[in-house]
C-alpha cells in the first residue's frame, strides 16, 4: 500500500489550496517544498482579489462572474486575509470613453451575485480626496469596489489549515525524481537526507517550473505551456487615501497603484513570455522606465526609475491552446489503468484558486 493517496510537488497557492481541499475530502496527503511556502509567484502577486475588470473587455463575461463569486467566499471564510478597498479609475480624455467604463462598472455590479460591496459611482475628484494626488485638469474619476489580501499570509494560512486536517506539509524538500508505475516513487532531499515516499497520484503544481519538472524529475511528457513573467515596482508612497487606482494606459493597458507595506507604493503591471530558469526572473530597466510613465501620466509627483526601490517580478505559466489562444489556467489530468494519475496545475490566480483545486 501507497504511504500517501495524493503526493503535490509544489508550496505555492495551487500546491497548498489543492492539499487543503484533497485533505478536506478524507485523502492522505503529503505537499513537498523546496524553498519556503509561496516563496516564487504566490508572495509576487499583486494582491488583488477580484473579478477583473479588464476581462469584460475581452468578452469574458462567465469568467468575471465565477472570479466575482470566488470574491465573495474569500470574504466569508477569510475576512482576516481579504479586505475590500475602493478601486478609482480617473476618467482620461484620450482613452475609453466614459459610456464605455460607466457600462463596464455597472455591468460588473450586476455579475456580483451577493451585493455585499458599495456600487460603482462617478466622482467630481476636485472635491474628493482621491483627487489629491491627481494630476489636473483630471476631474472625473469612476470608483468601485474589489479586494486585496496579504497573498503570502493567504498561501501560508491554507497549508496550516491542511497540516491542522492532517496533511504533511515538507518545506525545504525538493522532489527530485518520481517514477510512475501503478503508484509513484517518489526521492525527496529534505533538508539534506535523501527520503524515498509512495503516493498514489501525483500533483505537478511547481508553476513556472511545471516543464522542467515534468522533463527531469518525472521523465513525462511536458505540459504545452509558456512562461510568462509579470513585474511591478514599489516607489515611496504617492498618495494618502486607502485606495487602489487604475490607470489607462496608451497601449489599453490597466495600471494598478496601490498602498503597499504602509509607506510605499505599489505600480503594475507588465508581462513578457520568458524562457529559463524562473528563479532569476528580474525586472528590465525599459518596463521599470514604462510603469514610471505611466503612473507620470496621472500623479502629481513626477517618479522617475532611480526613485524605485525596489522592484517585485514573478512568473507563472499559461496554456499554449489550438489557434495561439493563450488560457491562463492549466489543470490537466492524466490517468489509466496502467501507470497512477498524474495531475498538473499551474497558473491561474489568486482569486480562483480554492475554486480550482474543488474542480479537480
Ligand atoms: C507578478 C504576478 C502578479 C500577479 N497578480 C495577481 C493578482 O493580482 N491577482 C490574482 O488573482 N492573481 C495574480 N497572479 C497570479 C497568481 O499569483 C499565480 O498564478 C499563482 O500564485 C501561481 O501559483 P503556483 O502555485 O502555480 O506557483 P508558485 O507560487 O510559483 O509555486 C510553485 C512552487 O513550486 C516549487 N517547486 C518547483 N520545483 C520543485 C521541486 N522539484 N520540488 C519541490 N518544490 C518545487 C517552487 O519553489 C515554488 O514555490 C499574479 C502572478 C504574478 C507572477
Known sequence: MADYDLAIIGGGLNGVSLARDAVGRGLRVILVEQGDLGSAASSASSRLVHGDLASLERRRVLRVRAALAERDVWLRIAPHLVRPIRFAIPAHAEERPTWQLRTGLWLYDRLAARKRLPAATTLDVTHHPIGDALKRPIGTAFAYSDCVVDDSRLVVLTALDAAERGAAIRTGARCVRADRDRIWRLAIIHRGHRRIVTSRALANATGAWSVSTAETV?????????????SQIVVPRLFDVDAVYVFQNHDGRLIFAQPYERDFTLIGTVAHEIKGEPALVAMPAPDVAYLCRAANRYFRSDIQPVDVVRTVSGANMMLRAAGGERLETVVS??????????????GGDVTTARRRAASC
Open 333 to 346: 489530468l492524466e490517468a489509466s489503468r496502467t501507470q497512477a494519475p498524474l495531475l498538473t496545475m499551474c
Open 218 to 230: 518525472l521523465r513525462q511528457p511536458p505540459p504545452r505551456v509558456v512562461a510568462r513573467q509579470i
